[in-house]
């Protein structure tokens, strides 16, 4: 088994469980839908169990009109983040809805959410949402909702600044208008880059507050240091290096809504474009139940069989903190999947080699019941938009 953390260690992730305990730490999802789907081949027949976050992908794969989708997170104020979006699917048009969580602000946020939305909410999410809503409901970029809770603390910093700084702001903001690859990495590596990896920069983004705020847990830091010769900060340029370098900008909503502090009509998550909307609104939308539960929790309260899990990042923290925890989650997983499920993870492992130490109760060593596609994951970690996890993994149970 992984050798138990050290105190400092302890002590890093006791700041992170305060901060998750008592805040929304996804404003937006920061794991590339596009990518999933591909990995996921989601159909008809299945029935879905996602780690919520901030709900985003969890109405994208809706799009792909599963049969249903189980939204499942620990931590109730991400439940309640999807559960007003769900709302507003269902009692909103869409130039209001698209004010709401594609501008992150609407200037009667208030009155709609009182005339409209909290009486389809959960009284938890009612109660939060009472004391919140008026995080939509400013009226300058620098109050979008997209720079409340614990990431958007972190993009408002990045954004003030950056403000301070008029020729790099000017250079960034030009280079979400590229519609040209060469151009976009020509004027990256003469414009942006140059002024963006100085001291300042390099100094915050390794800061261990910096992370935790950014839903980053310390055994996921400690791991980037170790695969990476330049730490945390030199994983995190080198991503950064490669979005903007590699891969076209133009719909890379993930990072272009902390630079404007909004999306736009054309670059935007699925679910925020006027037909996919429709669609949602249409019935597909009803198609997700969210909950708030642990995976193994609400594993183990279903009678439902599952075939597509989307597991986010979580067991790299539980692999250290929670092994057998972990241990019983893959149990409640194997009880609970279908014998063609396929399951996607990320972590900052690029091999996920803590999976070789997990013993699940009643089926053995993890490994020896798993089939990784690693060629599938490799190609498409390269399109990935975010770009922000060393590793990518796809696996189908094994017979």
Same mark, same amino acid.
């Given at each position: 088994?992984?050798?138990?953390?050290?105190?400092?260690?302890?002590?890093?992730?006791?700041?992170?469980?305060?901060?998750?305990?008592?805040?929304?730490?996804?404003?937006?999802?920061?794991?590339?839908? =596009?990518?999933?789907?591909?990995?996921? =081949?989601?159909?008809?027949?299945?029935?879905?169990?996602?780690?919520?976050?901030?709900?985003?992908?969890?109405?994208?794969?809706?799009?792909?009109?599963? =049969? !249903?989708?189980?939204?499942?997170?620990?931590?109730?104020?991400?439940?309640?983040?999807?559960?007003?979006?769900?709302?507003?699917?269902?009692?909103?048009?869409?130039?209001?809805?698209?004010?709401?969580?594609?501008?992150?602000?609407?200037?009667?946020?208030?009155?709609?959410?009182?005339?409209?939305? !909290?009486?389809?909410l959960s009284p938890f999410a009612a109660h939060y949402w009472d004391r919140r809503i008026a995080w939509f409901g400013q009226r300058r970029d620098a109050d979008s909702f997209f720079y409340c809770g614990l990431a958007g603390l972190v993009a408002r910093g990045f954004r003030a600044w950056l403000r301070a700084?008029?020729?790099?702001?000017?250079?960034?903001?030009?280079?979400?208008?590229?519609?040209?690859?060469?151009?976009?990495?020509?004027?990256?590596?003469?414009?942006?880059?140059?002024?963006?990896?100085?001291?300042?920069l390099t100094w915050a983004i390794a800061q261990p507050l910096t992370m935790s705020l950014l839903g980053v847990p310390h055994p996921?830091?400690?791991?980037?240091? !170790?695969?990476?010769?330049?730490?945390?900060?030199?994983?995190?340029?080198?991503?950064?290096?490669y979005v903007f370098r590699e891969l076209p900008v133009a719909d890379n909503y993930f990072w272009s809504v902390y630079v404007r502090g909004r999306y736009t009509r054309e670059c935007c998550p699925e679910y925020l474009k006027r037909a996919n909307f429709e669609r949602l609104k249409g019935g597909l939308a009803a198609r997700v139940v969210a909950h708030t539960d642990t995976v193994t929790g609400f594993l183990r309260g279903t009678s439902e069989r599952i075939s597509r899990f989307v597991l986010l990042d979580h067991m790299d923290w539980m692999s250290v903190y929670h092994p057998q925890a972990l241990a019983d989650e893959w149990a409640a997983i194997f009880a609970r999947a279908t014998p063609d499920a396929r399951l996607i993870f990320r972590s900052a492992h690029a091999a996920a080699d803590y999976l070789e130490h997990i013993r699940v109760p009643g089926a053995g060593r993890l490994p020896e019941r798993l089939d990784f596609d690693r060629a599938l994951a490799a190609r498409l970690q390269l399109q990935d938009r975010v770009h922000t996890y060393a590793g990518f993994h796809i696996a189908r149970l094994r017979a």
């Open positions: 088994m992984p050798a138990q953390p050290a105190l400092a260690d302890r002590l890093h992730q006791g700041v992170f469980d305060a901060l998750y305990a008592r805040s929304l730490v996804y404003n937006t999802c920061w794991e590339d839908p =596009a990518v999933d789907r591909q990995a996921l =081949a989601i159909g008809a027949d299945d029935r879905l169990l996602v780690i919520t976050s901030a709900g985003c992908n969890v109405l994208d794969y809706a799009l792909c009109a599963p =049969a !249903r989708i189980h939204a499942v997170d620990a931590n109730p104020r991400q439940t309640a983040l999807l559960e007003l979006k769900l709302a507003g699917i269902r009692r909103l048009d869409f130039a209001d809805f698209f004010a709401l969580f594609g501008e992150g602000r609407h200037r009667h946020a208030t009155e709609l959410y009182r005339d409209a939305l !909290r009486d389809a700084q008029p020729r790099l702001r000017g250079a960034v903001e030009a280079l979400f208008e590229a519609h040209d690859l060469d151009a976009q990495r020509a004027r990256y590596d003469a414009e942006v880059a140059p002024r963006l990896w100085g001291r300042t996921q830091r400690e791991e980037v240091a !170790r695969q990476h010769a330049g730490g945390i900060a030199g994983f995190v340029r080198a991503s950064i290096d």
